[in-house]
């Protein structure tokens, strides 16, 4: 076996899937959305080029920020999905919001995917954040402009689902 050379390419055709789950989410004393995004990555980097890793480690650290930062229902848990296969990678978090919440976390996702130019609707909210001395609201609009992920949501039985999805063929 030691003499046995995988290549790129026969590394490339590797499937990685990992799911965790957290619960209850006001027990997190920790910055689990650095921990969770550095495993991933180095998990990845085993199988895939670094910036596959590193995508990755953004995408999770945004998402799981999010739900942390926005907990609304303190005794639900936080799940993060990952899976990488078929040049896709994929990535879920799900946490338990009230159907506002969801409404609202949706408008801004459609904002992102109906906006003719992502980069053009992210350079209007870093000014009109500025105008209006906020904080925020960037990360969703920043992980799709920069990192060409794909976001949809979808909302079953009071959990809110954040789908992203990267092809790894689209990266630069």
Do not use: W
């Not at 980097?45 to 920020?65: D, Q, W």
Request: charged share 25%.
């Amino acid at each position: 076996m030691a003499d046995d050379i995988i290549t790129e390419e026969q590394l490339a055709k590797t499937e990685v899937s990992l799911t965790c789950s957290v619960r209850p989410i006001a027990n997190v004393m920790c910055d689990l959305s650095a921990i969770l995004a550095n495993s991933v990555d180095e998990l990845l980097r085993a199988f895939y080029p670094a910036k596959v890793g590193k995508r990755a480690n953004i995408l999770i650290t945004e998402l799981v920020n999010n739900v942390l930062e926005n907990m609304l229902v303190p005794e639900s848990e936080i799940k993060l999905e990952v899976a990488l296969r078929d040049q896709q990678l994929v990535i879920r978090v799900y946490n338990a919001v009230p159907e506002e919440r969801y409404a609202q976390v949706k408008a801004h996702v459609d904002a992102i995917n109906e906006a003719p130019d992502v980069r053009k609707l992210l350079k209007a909210t870093i000014r009109a954040r500025r105008a209006q001395r906020a904080k925020g609201g960037l990360g969703l609009i920043r992980v799709v402009a920069e990192n060409k992920f794909r976001i949809t949501t979808d909302y079953q039985g009071g959990t809110l689902c954040v789908e992203s999805v990267l092809s790894l063929g689209d990266m630069p």
